[in-house]
């Protein structure tokens, strides 16, 4: 059922409660949410808080990981309460459809929230990430102070997790709920790629052209079979699969030939496909982004080397080139329109683009 209320205010009881955050949602899976409809005024501070405490929104994905995250979330939900409830105002924000994560991270930066923290996989994370932007600016609060910012944080709970395994976190919550309470924080470079439309989209993790986006593309039919859905996804994407020709320009230098490039993956983090170490020089604190090209594969070179691109190791195989860049233009010398691409396993369309680095633009929790 589908009610006109998100976020609230995990609380022992009704004296406790502060005013939630209301759009359109669902209701709340946590059964000891406290929710007071009657305090909501449009364009009041829905975060604030007269006690002082600080406010985190969760923007749980229900539906994350074929259901497993509604799960694991209500039975987090006493922990969190227990860790984080005396210093912090606890939001649940439950994600309805596409993009609605977006919409929720934006209003929540903009109602003052000390930070807002995904729940789910990368497909939740990415848009968490987006929510910190509109129109190619980072949000600010409804006060207007840019120096107060909000911090993004991460409960890695869904299919993937690859951006988490860049840092060496794991799919445990109660351990990502123990690295909030503990406050620390991080500043985190972000990805961006220029649309066709002059709007630009932004990823923490991988960009990736060709073959490996195709295979990302056909792999989010599969979600329900778990990690197994990449490798369903890249068998689909061979077939019919032809190497192209492309043209690449970095950092705004000359155009290069690069014939027969099979893949080419951009890294602001390591890890994409469920755990292939993708981009091993990547690091998403140095400024840059690490581009790794794949040439004139065949579909049994990625049988051969698929033990490499999971340790990181196949920088050394033939046909494997890896350089740092602040900024790649990419383009297909036939310019049929085919090339797929993609950031953070999201479809984002075709060739031609170009993809760019904003050096430390989000606070992370870490």
């Given at each position: 059922?589908?009610?006109?209320s998100?976020?609230?205010?995990l609380?022992?009881g009704?004296s406790?409660?502060?005013?939630?955050?209301?759009?359109?949602a669902?209701?709340?899976i946590?059964p000891?949410?406290?929710v007071?409809?009657?305090?909501?005024h449009?364009g009041?501070?829905?975060f604030?808080s007269?006690s002082?405490?600080?406010?985190?929104?969760f923007?749980v994905?229900?539906?994350?990981?074929?259901?497993?995250?509604?799960?694991?979330?209500?039975?987090l939900v006493?922990?969190?309460r227990?860790?984080?409830?005396e210093?912090?105002?606890?939001?649940?924000?439950?994600?309805s459809?596409p993009?609605?994560?977006?919409d929720?991270?934006?209003?929540?930066?903009?109602?003052?929230a000390?930070?807002?923290?995904?729940v789910?996989g990368?497909?939740?994370f990415?848009?968490?990430?987006n929510?910190?932007f509109?129109?190619?600016k980072?949000?600010?609060?409804?006060?207007?102070?840019?120096?107060?910012s909000?911090?993004?944080?991460?409960i890695?709970?869904?299919?993937?997790?690859?951006?988490?395994?860049?840092f060496?976190w794991?799919?445990?919550p109660?351990?990502?709920?123990?690295?909030i309470?503990?406050?620390l924080?991080?500043?985190?470079?972000?990805?961006?790629v220029?649309?066709d439309?002059?709007e630009n989209?932004?990823?923490a993790?991988?960009?990736?052209?060709?073959?490996?986006?195709?295979?990302g593309?056909y792999a989010?039919r599969?979600k329900k079979f778990g990690n197994?859905?990449?490798?369903?996804?890249?068998?689909?994407?061979?077939?019919g699969?032809?190497n192209r020709?492309?043209?690449?320009?970095?950092?705004?230098?000359?155009?290069?030939?690069?014939?027969?490039?099979?893949?080419?993956?951009?890294?602001?983090?390591?890890y994409f496909?469920g755990?292939m170490?993708?981009?091993?020089?990547?690091?998403?604190?140095?400024?840059?982004?690490?581009?790794?090209?794949l040439?004139?594969?065949?579909?049994?070179?990625?049988?051969?080397n698929?033990?490499?691109?999971?340790n990181?190791t196949h920088l050394?195989v033939?046909?494997?080139t890896?350089?740092?860049?602040?900024?790649?233009?990419v383009e297909?010398?036939?310019c049929?329109g085919?090339?797929y691409?993609?950031?953070?396993?999201?479809?984002l369309?075709?060739?031609?683009?170009?993809f760019?680095i904003?050096?430390a633009?989000?606070?992370?929790?870490?």
């Amino acid at each position: 059922m589908v009610v006109v209320s998100l976020c609230y205010h995990l609380a022992l009881g009704p004296s406790m409660a502060t005013k939630p955050f209301i759009t359109m949602a669902e209701q709340p899976i946590a059964p000891d949410l406290y929710v007071d409809r009657s305090t909501f005024h449009r364009g009041s501070s829905s975060f604030s808080s007269s006690s002082g405490r600080r406010d985190l929104v969760f923007v749980v994905n229900p539906r994350g990981a074929n259901g497993k995250t509604a799960k694991q979330w209500k039975k987090l939900v006493p922990y969190l309460r227990t860790r984080l409830g005396e210093h912090y105002n606890i939001c649940e924000s439950l994600t309805s459809g596409p993009c609605h994560a977006i919409d929720i991270t934006r209003e929540a930066i903009r109602e003052g929230a000390d930070a807002v923290i995904a729940v789910g996989g990368d497909g939740t994370f990415h848009e968490v990430v987006n929510g910190f932007f509109w129109a190619g600016k980072p949000i600010v609060n409804n006060d207007g102070e840019a120096r107060k910012s909000t911090a993004l944080g991460i409960i890695p709970l869904g299919t993937g997790s690859d951006f988490a395994r860049t840092f060496g976190w794991n799919n445990n919550p109660f351990e990502a709920v123990d690295r909030i309470a503990k406050g620390l924080r991080t500043r985190i470079d972000v990805g961006v790629v220029n649309e066709d439309n002059g709007e630009n989209h932004y990823f923490a993790n991988v960009a990736d052209i060709h073959l490996s986006a195709k295979a990302g593309f056909y792999a989010a039919r599969y979600k329900k079979f778990g990690n197994l859905c990449y490798v369903i996804g890249a068998l689909q994407g061979f077939m019919g699969h032809q190497n192209r020709d492309f043209r690449i320009k970095v950092d705004d230098g000359e155009w290069e030939l690069y014939p027969q490039v099979t893949a080419l993956c951009i890294g602001n983090a390591k890890y994409f496909g469920g755990g292939m170490k993708i981009v091993p020089n990547a690091d998403p604190s140095n400024g840059s982004l690490e581009v790794v090209i794949l040439q004139d594969f065949k579909w049994y070179d990625f049988i051969l080397n698929l033990h490499k691109i999971y340790n990181g190791t196949h920088l050394t195989v033939k046909n494997v080139t890896s350089r740092s860049v602040r900024s790649i233009e990419v383009e297909e010398v036939s310019c049929s329109g085919s090339i797929y691409v993609q950031s953070d396993g999201e479809h984002l369309g075709f060739l031609p683009r170009k993809f760019h680095i904003l050096p430390a633009a989000i606070e992370m929790i870490c």
